[in-house]
């Protein structure tokens, strides 16, 4: 199709699709189901997580500390973060979500046990499913990994709890390995690199069977793997009210099946407002870093936090990556507990100087935006802040940023499916009303 005939067809992409703010206001409709003073309108119920950030006293919201607990038990008390030989675990904390209760030890080695079961894909899967074709975003692979599996599985709309378990325990356990082999596919397709296919070791926490299926030599500390495992810790749950679990919700409501379901929650989590904020953060932490010349002099810093700003440097949003959150108002464990792995990994080597970069930035952002808008808001760093950095210290690459916050989240969304399938029992259908007044006549397609 000509140039020409393709902007007769998008040429009034805007003005056709645009609704005015008025009539938000007029008909008290609450977008992105916010309502005005940004806590989120009451769409249902939920006994896996506790995001808290603030309190309603007389109708008036205030800003209070953060706190994420997963079935009743505080994120910091699940990490033991004070505990120099902490254990893996990710592995608890999915099963926390998944079964309600923390596990006992033999309840612990036989989940293990059944992870492990599931890392094989089936034969043939990688070289005509996750090798052909490759797309530049490993999160489409994923996404669509997830739909051919169904393809694989001879009872894919059983609904039962047996089916739903086995298939999330498969999911849980084969994302990590799907991932590492697409990154590889993916370099070998667009930069001519090597496609390496590490073997996965079994008894390896999921954080040891990232980083050995990763790793060309397959050598990592302790520490690393220890890091990664937190990392997948605070990714596993966030709240039914975050999208890609709404999503999870929405879709578990029509009653699809769960690798339809999961394959709609990466979606959603790939996006830049989603779980794709996180390669925001990191461009513009790249970019101060190149722009500010003593990393170390707050007021440099400040100068160029006032050009972000004021949407006069990175992408013009005005937005500071990493900072700020829909619910968290003071803090964010999540950013806590990573900032403070952070900073143990960071202490000593080449890393340090950034790392005390980007608390300058999360200590500034509230003052500057104060300064340059007047603006006295209650904003805190997020996880993002700090996550990248975590990751690009541990030799991770940007393209597995998102996609490792899908491994860990699976099984948050999981526990959502469940918890829908048994006590949703209904179509989640909200209303939108028309903007529209009145009934247009219609013209024959000759006097048009």
Known sequence: MGDEKKIALYENFKAVNTIGIDSYEQYDVKRGLRNADGTGVLAGLTNIS??????????????????????????????????????????????????????????????IAALDAERELPNGFTASMIMRDTPPDIMNVLARTVLLL?????????????????????????????????????RARY?????????????????????????????????????????????AEHGGGNNSTFVTRVMTSADTDPYSTYAAAMGSLKGRRHGGANHQAIAMQKEIKQNVSDWSDEGQVADYLAKIVNKEAFDRTGLVYGMGHAVYTKSDPRAILCKQFAERLAKGTEFEAEFELLKSIERLTPEVILQQKGTNKDICANVDMYSGFVYSMMGIPEDLFTPLFVCGRMSGWAAHRFEEIVSGKRIIRPAYKSARSGKRAYIPLDER
Not at 65 to 84: E, F, K, N, S, T
Not at 153 to 180: F, G, K, Q
Not at 203 to 226: C, H, N, V, W, Y
């Open 50 to 111: 506790n995001v808290h950030g603030y309190v309603i006293s007389d109708n008036e919201k205030i800003a209070d500390d953060g706190m994420l607990r997963y079935r009743g038990y505080d994120i910091c008390d699940l990490l033991d973060v004070d505990d120099a030989e902490r254990r893996f675990n990710y592995e608890e904390v999915a099963y926390l979500l998944l079964m309600g209760e923390l596990p006992t030890r033999e309840q612990l080695d036989r989940f």
């Open 150 to 186: 169904y393809a694989y599985d001879d009872n894919a709309e059983d609904r039962s709890a047996h089916h739903e378990v086995h298939t999330a325990i498969s999911l849980i356990s084969r994302l990590p390995r799907i991932m590492v082999l697409t990154y590889y596919a993916m």
């Open 191 to 235: 930069n001519n690199e090597s496609m390496i296919m590490h073997r996965f070791v079994p008894g390896q926490s999921t954080a040891e069977t990232i980083l050995s299926m990763l790793r060309p030599d397959r050598s990592f500390r302790p520490e690393e793997a220890r890091m990664l495992d937190i990392m997948l810790c605070l990714h």
